[in-house]
């Protein structure tokens, strides 16, 4: 079992930069993929980035390469989301997920965070 909890959300101005991290419980956090997802009004939840259990393997979006990058710390258990370059669009919440394996496609994911909202004004 892994509980994860996001944070690092909050209101900035377009062209801005964030930094969310997702903390997870447990011992076995290092044997995980971890993704993260991000859910807008109205849309359906949507692919971000992803990594790998050692952190050699990262994965994004198209509409954010270049822009964010996943990266992990087994000794904190915990995974972050930096964001630069914030675009209204990116406006949503994002969750944080836990899986066997890395994956873009949520339903391989088999634990998931509350969500932290991000917003981003032009």
């Known amino acids: 079992q892994v509980q994860l909890v996001e944070s690092g959300g909050g209101l900035v101005q377009a062209g801005g930069s964030l930094r969310l991290s997702c903390a997870a419980s447990?011992?076995?956090?290092?044997?995980?993929?971890m993704g993260w997802f991000r859910q807008a009004p109205g849309k359906e939840r949507e692919f971000v980035a992803c990594i790998s259990w050692t952190g050699a393997r990262t994965y994004y979006a198209d509409s954010v390469k270049g822009r964010f990058t996943i990266s992990r710390d087994n000794a904190k258990n915990t995974v972050y989301l930096q964001m630069n370059s914030l675009k209204p669009e990116d406006t949503a919440v994002y969750y944080c997920?836990?899986?066997?394996?890395?994956?873009?496609?949520?339903?391989?994911?088999?634990?998931w965070g509350q969500g932290t909202q991000v917003t981003v004004s032009s």
């Open positions: 447990g011992r076995t956090f290092s044997s995980y993929a």
């Open positions: 997920a836990a899986g066997q394996v890395v994956r873009t496609a949520s339903e391989m994911y088999d634990y």
